[in-house]
């Protein structure tokens, strides 16, 4: 069936750091990509998604690039701050809407 | 901006009880979707909708639990009797199928349940 793996969390890094959260995946078919992020006591939100091979997902300084060669949509940052801790979410969808999650990273950026 | 309510937020209730969570998805959205989500891992997709009709609840434990969404309009979560393992944050989101096969899905915030 079809899965997402992520690095294993938590990660803690200082304000102004350089963010890598690791996502590899296993499909059938052909998916779009996406990451989610949840603030403490909130559902998810939509952060990036790419729906093909090379496409480049980017919102708020946060890019993920769809490579599917090595099946993976790493989520990064240049800069992190204080405000990007959260749980991020890497998900696939196949068909009709059903999505696959991972099972979340938890970033803590201290000042 | 239009947004997914859910209630209650948060649920305490003791086992072998009887709890029900309710969705209004965002207004003209087709679809909806029924999440559990343990502490530390993914949504699960427990129940997903098209209109009134359910499309997937290969993974919904039907000798406890039941979904509906009659109207096709909003939806509502049951468990009976609860069990200690229910304890989980239940999400619910909703999509707009014309939106593309791939659309996105607005979440809710969500009702943590605790069950003691």
């Known amino acids: 069936g079809d899965s997402v793996t992520q690095m294993e969390g938590p990660v803690t890094l200082s304000e102004e750091a350089f963010l890598t959260i690791n996502c590899t995946y296993t499909?059938?078919?052909?998916?779009?990509l996406f990451w989610y992020v949840q603030y403490p006591g909130e559902g998810l939100q939509l952060l990036l998604k790419a729906t093909k091979a090379d496409d480049k997902g980017s919102n708020k300084g946060f890019e993920a690039t769809y490579r599917k060669e090595t099946t993976s949509f790493h989520l990064e940052k240049g800069s992190v701050q204080v405000s990007d801790s959260a749980v991020y979410f890497c998900a696939l969808t196949i068909l009709a809407g059903k999505s696959t999650f991972g099972d979340g990273t938890t970033l803590t950026v201290k000042p | 901006e239009a947004e997914v309510a859910q209630s209650p937020r948060y649920k305490i209730t003791e086992k072998s009880q009887a709890v029900a969570f309710w969705c209004d998805p965002i207004s003209g959205h087709a679809t909806l979707y029924w999440y559990r989500q343990i502490l530390g891992q993914g949504p699960e997709l427990l129940v997903q909708?098209?209109?009134?009709?359910?499309?997937?609840d290969s993974q919904l434990p039907k000798d406890r639990f039941s979904a509906e969404r009659l109207k096709g309009v909003d939806s509502t979560l049951k468990i009976q009797p609860a069990e200690l393992g229910d304890s989980a944050m239940y999400l619910c989101?909703?999509?707009?199928?014309?939106?593309?096969?791939?659309?996105?899905?607005?979440f809710g915030p969500g009702t943590r349940l605790t069950v003691l």
């Open positions: 989101a909703s999509s707009d199928p014309l939106g593309g096969p791939y659309n996105e899905q607005f």
């Open positions: 909708f098209q209109d009134e009709s359910v499309v997937d």
């Open positions: 499909a059938t078919g052909y998916p779009s």
